[in-house]
């Protein structure tokens, strides 16, 4: 059986590292989305456009 304290930890550890996840995706499709209008353009410079 593990003790509270760890479980709690490990809880606390997962809670952040899923909030700053969803906080890195979220910013990187606002980036993606300006990118790609941009990118209409011709001013695109998001790696994933650099080839078009």
């Known amino acids: 059986m593990i003790s509270e304290q760890t479980f ?3 809880l606390f550890i997962n ?3 899923f909030l700053s996840t969803l906080l ?3 910013h990187e499709f606002i980036n993606l989305d300006g990118n790609i209008k941009k ?3 011709g001013e695109g410079n998001s790696l ?3 080839n078009h």
Request: proline fraction near 0%.
């Open 8 to 10: 709690f930890d490990f």
């Open 15 to 17: 809670s952040t590292f």
């Open 24 to 26: 890195f995706i979220h």
């Open 39 to 41: 990118a209409g353009r």
């Open 48 to 50: 994933t456009y650099t």
